[in-house]
């Protein structure tokens, strides 16, 4: 027999077992007892579609784009959130703001186009930091599924949040809406 | 003609207990992944119609439109066969079991059960025995390794238990005195005290094992142990072969329940049944509350099987042969020797002492 | 009507037969046995044996073939491994056979009609009856054949038991 080094070995000792427990039956009763006692607990499932978990506040889901108190689009388009990128899943091409989008844009620069994949994206939260004007950040929702690969590309339309009724924002983008429908 | 109305009774019952062992079965599958869920402090399923219920028909659909595939190796006709004759068999057993009384209706009097045969427990073992062609020959023909060794392992489970079984009856034959289901459940009329069950709890305990084992149901689902054996006997069927195969075994379970209930715990008899009849003097009336107290202890041992089967783990093969053959004969032996001293005595006068 | 089944249940068992002796593949010489003896039990049953009926395929269709299925299965026997005979003892056997069946037919030609030894009582395959006969009467031959079968069991347990020298 080996012997051992640490001292730490601990020798299982086997008793034999007494007829009670050889006839296994009072083990089996005792099974019984545990797992109907199960029966009557309250399940612990959530529902998902219907019922959604609570998350922290610091939870790292889908992109957004923040707009400012008057309505208007945070980002410059400087680039530091597709540098910080890991997983290089953002992309963007930035446009000089044309007078008379004061209330669309914040600053004169502005981003036209900010794609970003969801497939290469890892959600690891450093675009949000590393953002100067607080303009992305993650946010609660999560699982998103389609049936095409393309359709994880998420452009402005998808990520710029909705602007808040009463803001000059929100009625042009109306008008815009609207236009577009007609 | 004459004939004819002489077995419509029979003919009637037949196809009612063939479509109510069909949607039990049915429900078995749903009670099964209901209690499963309960058990393990799920939800189970739910999204098929009201609280799931129409999941099993949803199942049942599934199960009818996925691609039927036979093996190009596999014996064709005997790969069919072999869930036909698992279906059948279960089928089968239905018709010596006394479903309830006497029923009175249209001045006639029924009582509710197809064949009453004079040896009808006989039957249901036979009928068992050959059930277990269903699982050699599938296993035999897909020609798949995995699929012999499940097959072997059923054949050489259902034999082995088989004895057992039989003889922790046989004990319970010689206090009878009648091989007829309908005599056996009569017996046990007045009273849960004159249950069989605790007339001969060591007959129950062993027949109560050995059910489990010849139902293929865990702890002793050795022949489709997915750990081990891929899917067991029936890893190549697929389709609603691959159903046949899952509700036969649910429907075994449904009869095992039924033949326990029957044998060990008075069958259509319930506490209460002599005053219930002197209170509303029709028979009509016990009769129909016999049956429900019948399909009660159904329910409950259906139950009790899926109770079983998320509690405790399954056997190692060598301990299952082990328990067959070294525990429950010589346990159903000494049981049957003990029962055959016991009647001896109670028939004195019958040897002239 | 009880004479067409005899006659189709005949034909069904014979049929059977044949085909047991005449497949290649053991495991469906098997099956046709198998079928052959439910047939023999649908014989007990027109002679009210039900008893009988039910025993024959609990032990023979129920546990003796399953055993045989089981072995001829993990043989796993096919055409490749069957023995070749040669053609003189397919002869010998031809005739072995053949004379036999002349002697069968020339004996069973001269009965015009075949007579039961003494009144039967049609009542006797009735599981009460039997039991009562066995017990009674015949309870010797009963007892001694119950002797016979703890033979054969303990022999099995010898055989399958290791030999403590060999191993």
Same mark, same amino acid.
């Given at each position: 027999?080996?012997?051992?080094?640490?001292?730490?070995?601990?020798?299982?000792?086997?008793?034999?077992?007494?007829?009670?427990?050889?006839?296994?039956?009072?083990?089996?009763?005792?099974? $019984?007892?545990?797992?109907?006692?199960?029966?009557?607990?309250?399940?612990?499932?959530?529902?998902?579609?219907?019922?959604?978990?609570?998350?922290?506040?610091?939870?790292?889901?889908?992109?957004? $784009?923040?707009?400012?108190?008057?309505?208007?689009?945070?980002?410059?388009?400087?680039?530091?959130?597709? $540098?910080?990128?890991?997983?290089?899943?953002?992309?963007?091409?930035?446009?000089?703001?044309?007078?008379?989008?004061?209330?669309?844009?914040?600053?004169?620069?502005?981003?036209?186009?900010?794609?970003?994949?969801? $497939?290469?994206?890892?959600?690891?939260?450093?675009?949000?930091?590393?953002?100067?004007?607080?303009?992305?950040?993650?946010?609660?929702?999560?699982?998103?599924?389609?049936?095409?690969?393309?359709?994880?590309?998420?452009?402005?339309?998808?990520?710029?949040?909705?602007?808040?009724?009463?803001?000059?924002?929100?009625?042009?983008?109306?008008?815009?809406?609207?236009?577009?429908?007609? | 003609?004459?004939?004819?109305?002489?077995?419509?009774?029979? *003919?009637?019952?037949?196809?009612?207990?063939?479509?109510?062992?069909?949607?039990?079965?049915?429900?078995? %599958?749903?009670?099964?992944?209901?209690?499963?869920?309960?058990?393990?402090?799920?939800?189970?399923?739910?999204?098929?119609?009201?609280?799931?219920?129409?999941?099993?028909?949803?199942?049942?659909?599934?199960?009818?439109?996925?691609?039927?595939? *036979?093996?190009?190796?596999?014996?064709?006709?005997?790969?069919?066969?072999?869930?036909?004759?698992?279906?059948?068999?279960?089928?089968?057993?239905?018709?010596?079991?006394?479903?309830?009384?006497?029923?009175?209706?249209?001045?006639?009097?029924?009582?509710?059960?197809?064949?009453?045969?004079?040896?009808?427990?006989?039957?249901?073992?036979?009928?068992?025995?050959?059930?277990?062609?269903?699982?050699?020959?599938?296993?035999?023909?897909?020609?798949?390794?995995?699929?012999?060794?499940?097959?072997?392992?059923?054949?050489?489970?259902?034999?082995?238990?088989?004895?057992?079984?039989?003889?922790?009856?046989?004990?319970?034959?010689?206090? %009878?005195?009648?091989?007829?289901?309908?005599?056996?459940?009569?017996?046990?009329?007045?009273?849960?005290?004159?249950?069989?069950?605790?007339?001969?709890?060591?007959?129950?305990?062993?027949?109560?094992?050995?059910?489990?084992?010849?139902?293929?149901?865990?702890?002793?689902?050795?022949?489709?142990?997915?750990?081990?054996?891929?899917?067991?006997?029936?890893?190549?069927?697929?389709?609603?072969?691959?159903?046949?195969?899952?509700?036969?075994?649910?429907?075994?379970?449904?009869?095992?329940?039924?033949?326990?209930?029957?044998?060990?715990?008075?069958?259509?008899?319930?506490?209460?049944?002599?005053?219930?009849?002197?209170?509303?003097?029709?028979?009509?009336?016990?009769?129909?509350?016999?049956?429900?107290?019948?399909?009660?202890?159904?329910?409950?041992?259906?139950?009790?099987?899926?109770?079983?089967?998320?509690?405790?783990?399954?056997?190692?093969?060598?301990?299952?042969?082990?328990?067959?053959?070294?525990?429950?004969?010589?346990?159903?032996?000494?049981?049957?020797?003990?029962?055959?001293? *016991?009647?001896?005595?109670?028939?004195?006068?019958?040897?002239?002492? | 009507?009880?004479?067409?089944?005899?006659?189709?249940?005949?034909?069904?068992?014979?049929?059977?037969?044949?085909?047991?002796?005449?497949?290649?593949?053991?495991?469906?010489?098997?099956?046709?046995?198998?079928?052959?003896?439910?047939?023999?039990?649908?014989?007990?049953?027109?002679?009210?044996?039900?008893?009988?009926?039910?025993?024959?395929?609990?032990?023979?269709?129920?546990?003796?073939?399953?055993?045989?299925?089981?072995?001829?299965?993990?043989?796993?026997?096919?055409?490749?491994?069957?023995?070749?005979?040669?053609?003189?003892?397919?002869?010998?056997?031809?005739?072995?056979?053949?004379?036999?069946?002349?002697?069968?037919?020339?004996?069973?030609?001269?009965?015009?009609?075949?007579?039961?030894?003494?009144?039967?009582?049609?009542?006797?395959?009735?599981?009460?009856?039997?039991?009562?006969?066995?017990?009674?009467?015949?309870?010797?031959?009963?007892?001694?054949?119950?002797?016979?079968?703890?033979?054969?069991?303990?022999?099995?347990?010898?055989?399958?038991?290791?030999?403590?020298?060999?191993?």
């Amino acid at each position: 027999m080996q012997t051992s080094f640490t001292n730490r070995k601990l020798v299982l000792e086997q008793k034999e077992m007494n007829i009670w427990e050889r006839m296994y039956l009072p083990a089996i009763v005792k099974g $019984l007892a545990i797992t109907i006692s199960h029966f009557f607990r309250k399940p612990a499932t959530i529902r998902y579609p219907e019922q959604k978990r609570t998350v922290s506040e610091a939870y790292r889901g889908l992109h957004i $784009l923040k707009r400012d108190e008057i309505g208007a689009e945070r980002c410059t388009a400087c680039g530091l959130c597709a $540098l910080a990128c890991p997983a290089e899943a953002i992309t963007m091409e930035a446009a000089e703001r044309k007078p008379g989008e004061e209330n669309l844009y914040r600053e004169e620069k502005y981003a036209s186009k900010y794609e970003i994949n969801m $497939l290469r994206c890892i959600f690891c939260g450093f675009c949000e930091e590393a953002c100067p004007k607080a303009a992305i950040f993650l946010e609660e929702d999560f699982a998103v599924a389609n049936y095409t690969r393309d359709t994880f590309i998420y452009g402005k339309d998808r990520l710029v949040e909705k602007p808040k009724q009463g803001t000059k924002a929100f009625d042009i983008v109306k008008v815009g809406r609207e236009r577009e429908l007609n | 003609m004459e004939t004819l109305i002489n077995f419509l009774p029979s *003919i009637i019952i037949i196809f009612t207990m063939f479509v109510v062992t069909l949607l039990i079965a049915l429900y078995s %599958t749903y009670g099964e992944r209901k209690v499963a869920a309960f058990l393990q402090d799920r939800i189970g399923p739910n999204r098929a119609g009201p609280w799931g219920l129409l999941q099993p028909f949803a199942d049942g659909v599934k199960m009818f439109t996925k691609e039927e595939i *036979i093996p190009d190796s596999a014996n064709k006709f005997l790969f069919i066969l072999g869930p036909s004759i698992a279906m059948i068999c279960c089928l089968m057993t239905s018709v010596v079991l006394p479903w309830g009384g006497e029923l009175t209706l249209f001045g006639k009097t029924f009582y509710l059960q197809a064949v009453d045969l004079n040896i009808g427990v006989l039957y249901v073992f036979a009928v068992v025995s050959v059930s277990v062609y269903g699982i050699m020959i599938g296993g035999w023909a897909s020609n798949n390794k995995w699929s012999l060794m499940g097959a072997i392992r059923g054949s050489s489970q259902i034999i082995s238990y088989e004895l057992s079984m039989g003889l922790s009856i046989i004990a319970l034959v010689l206090m %009878t005195g009648s091989l007829s289901f309908r005599d056996i459940v009569n017996q046990q009329h007045g009273g849960i005290l004159h249950w069989n069950f605790l007339m001969q709890p060591l007959s129950f305990l062993i027949f109560l094992i050995c059910a489990f084992a010849e139902c293929n149901r865990s702890p002793f689902d050795l022949p489709e142990c997915e750990t081990e054996l891929v899917g067991g006997f029936h890893t190549e069927y697929s389709s609603m072969k691959l159903g046949f195969y899952l509700f036969s075994e649910y429907i075994n379970m449904f009869i095992s329940s039924a033949v326990i209930s029957a044998l060990f715990f008075g069958g259509f008899n319930f506490p209460g049944m002599d005053w219930l009849l002197e209170t509303t003097h029709s028979t009509n009336i016990v009769t129909m509350v016999g049956v429900g107290a019948y399909f009660m202890k159904i329910f409950f041992f259906i139950f009790f099987f899926m109770w079983v089967r998320w509690t405790i783990p399954r056997f190692r093969y060598d301990q299952l042969m082990n328990l067959g053959w070294k525990t429950l004969i010589p346990l159903a032996l000494v049981n049957l020797a003990v029962m055959a001293i *016991i009647e001896m005595f109670k028939h004195q006068h019958a040897f002239g002492f | 009507m009880i004479a067409s089944v005899f006659y189709f249940l005949s034909f069904v068992s014979i049929f059977f037969a044949v085909m047991v002796v005449v497949s290649k593949n053991p495991v469906h010489s098997v099956l046709y046995l198998i079928l052959t003896f439910f047939s023999i039990a649908g014989h007990y049953l027109l002679l009210n044996a039900q008893f009988l009926a039910l025993v024959h395929i609990v032990v023979y269709a129920g546990a003796i073939m399953v055993l045989f299925l089981f072995v001829i299965m993990l043989l796993n026997l096919n055409a490749a491994t069957e023995p070749v005979k040669s053609s003189l003892m397919k002869f010998a056997g031809a005739i072995a056979g053949g004379s036999l069946m002349l002697v069968l037919i020339a004996v069973l030609s001269k009965i015009n009609s075949i007579q039961p030894a003494h009144e039967v009582n049609t009542q006797i395959g009735l599981i009460k009856n039997l039991g009562k006969i066995l017990f009674t009467e015949y309870n010797l031959p009963f007892e001694v054949a119950s002797i016979l079968f703890l033979v054969a069991m303990i022999g099995t347990v010898i055989l399958a038991k290791k030999n403590p020298h060999t191993s």
